[in-house]
């Protein structure tokens, strides 16, 4: 009972390891970034007019008792004003400034005055001077009262080339700053991991080359385009662009997203092989599926959080189907992951995809090198079969074929002997690589003792064997497993 309870243990092991690694991932990120943003008082819902108004006209408007979220605020039709009504300042010391950012450009106004101006809002496309995504504007000490502050925003947002989720990102009172551009703190996490993914990229292609795998490259493609959507996301850190530059950015980010939600799809496909077409089905399904909701969907967030679940949750499926022993737990991993990202899509764009992926494919190449890039090589001519006390050795070419026993494999020798091994179908199969083949969920056969593949009445299949034997074949693995033999009796 213990060596069973110890083998079972031994096969779960790096999938538990893993688990509690992404655990912690997860925990670090939602107890936050090591360095506490500065103090500031951040508007959550305001009054909102969509009209043409001048400022004059504003005095005098009626403006509505329910408040808007902000970043549920529309893009106005022609002008918009946005009215925070009764700003809290307790707790800010010091020159105080309005910091605004978002796709649209806007005149701020503190308690009546105008102390600045994003771009120049206009009621047309063609009038409108975009603004700067990120801005702030000083108040003058002299406008600010001991209560009853107003900001009132004059916005329109007609050059984004696209319908943005978000029109003010945000909107808040914060100690001022002389740079307008969003801090690089706010990246702190993403900053952290994109070197290191860059290293694991060049390491894993390197290795890719060193092994002859060309599978690797697609791993190693996978993380360097992640790397470059952390790039693209970071970028606004350090240029403080006009909003029209908004839409050409975050289609930078979401095509490298793309590319490495796709890669890492066909990383998976081709790392653990099995039916050819089903592999295509799922790359070209995957493709329209994402395209189909690129088309609909308003803002790059949510397409960007879209497609990257898509490929992970087909990634998650691919190996859960086709991945051998212990291997399909990375499946419940990339499930998990594709789950955050649809439900905290923005969090899960600006940090935490980073930081994920990172952990994940850095645990399983430090601690699982062959599971990422195999180890090449001649293939040795014996292999031993494990039973509870003993061991026994046995040239390979002699393995016609294997059969599942429970959590035991009988393997079947050309000379009809046999012997019961303690591992299960499929990891006996994995350490066999190359040698056999699992032609069903029972059964698993040495392609050079296959005599021929037969049709049976009730649309049934069985391989018959050098031996005389006949084992069953998969109805869903007969045509690529006839298609297997061809190419190996021509080779």
């Known amino acids: 009972m213990s060596d069973e309870w110890l083998k079972r243990f031994s096969a779960l092991r790096p999938g538990l390891e893993l688990g509690v690694l992404m655990l912690a991932v997860l925990a670090l990120l939602v107890l936050g970034t090591p360095t506490a943003p500065p103090p500031a008082?951040?508007?959550?819902?305001?009054?909102?007019?969509?009209?043409?108004?001048?400022?004059?006209?504003?005095?005098?408007?009626?403006?509505?008792?329910?408040?808007?979220?902000?970043y549920r605020l529309p893009a106005p039709e022609t002008l918009g004003w946005v009215l925070w009504r009764d700003v809290e300042l307790e707790g800010l010391n010091g020159p105080l400034a309005v910091r605004s950012a978002g796709p649209f450009s806007g005149r701020i106004y503190w308690n009546g005055v105008l102390i600045g101006e994003k771009g120049s809002p206009a009621a047309t496309s063609r009038a409108e001077s975009p603004g700067r995504i990120d801005a702030v504007f000083s108040i003058p000490p002299d406008l600010i009262r001991e209560s009853g502050n107003q900001l009132l925003v004059e916005f329109s947002s007609h050059r984004a080339g696209y319908e943005p989720m978000v029109i003010l990102q945000a909107l808040a009172i914060t100690p001022y700053r002389a740079d307008d551009r969003r801090p690089l703190r706010a990246y702190f996490p993403l900053v952290l991991t994109g070197g290191a993914l860059l290293a694991l990229a060049v390491g894993i292609a390197w290795l890719g080359r060193s092994h002859s795998d060309p599978r690797a490259w697609y791993l190693a493609s996978a993380l360097a385009a992640l790397f470059l959507a952390g790039g693209a996301e970071v970028s606004r850190a350090f240029i403080n662009y006009t909003y029209d530059w908004h839409q050409p950015r975050q289609a930078a980010q979401f095509g490298f997203l793309l590319i490495f939600g796709l890669a890492q799809l066909r990383f998976a496909?081709?790392?653990?092989?099995?039916?050819?077409?089903?592999?295509?089905?799922?790359?070209?399904?995957s493709m329209i599926a994402i395209t189909l909701y690129a088309l609909w969907a308003p803002g790059y967030d949510a397409k960007?959080?879209?497609?990257?679940?898509?490929?992970?949750?087909?990634?998650?499926?691919?190996?859960g189907l086709f991945a051998s022993g212990h291997t399909r737990w990375l499946s419940a991993v990339l499930a998990v992951i594709a789950w955050y990202a649809l439900r905290l899509p923005g969090d899960f764009l600006d940090r935490a995809v980073y930081a994920l992926m990172l952990a994940m494919w850095g645990y399983l190449s430090l601690r699982l090198p062959d599971l990422v890039v195999p180890k090449t090589g001649p293939a040795p001519t014996q292999f031993k079969i494990l039973t509870t006390g003993r061991m026994t050795v046995v040239d390979r070419a002699d393995i016609v074929y294997l059969r599942a026993a429970g959590n035991y494999t009988e393997v079947h020798l050309a000379n009809g002997g046999q012997h019961l091994d303690n591992r299960s179908l499929a990891t006996l199969t994995d350490a066999l690589a190359g040698g056999l083949h699992?032609?069903?969920?029972?059964?698993?056969?040495?392609?050079?003792?296959?005599?021929?593949?037969?049709?049976?009445?009730?649309?049934?299949?069985?391989?018959?064997l050098s031996t005389g034997a006949e084992v069953p074949v998969s109805r869903k693995e007969v045509k690529a497993f006839r298609e297997l033999l061809a190419r190996t009796s021509a080779a």
């Not at 001048?54 to 979220?69: F, H, I, K």
């Not at 496909?269 to 399904?285: C, E, K």
């Open 438 to 464: 699992r032609l069903h969920r029972s059964y698993s056969v040495n392609l050079e003792h296959v005599s021929e593949v037969k049709s049976e009445t009730g649309s049934k299949y069985t391989a018959r």
């Open 304 to 319: 960007s959080s879209f497609a990257v679940a898509v490929a992970l949750f087909a990634t998650a499926t691919w190996l």
């Open 41 to 70: 008082n951040h508007a959550t819902a305001v009054h909102f007019i969509d009209e043409a108004l001048d400022l004059d006209q504003m005095e005098s408007a009626s403006w509505p008792e329910e408040t808007t979220s902000i």
């Open 269 to 285: 496909i081709t790392r653990w092989p099995s039916n050819n077409h089903a592999g295509l089905a799922l790359q070209a399904g």
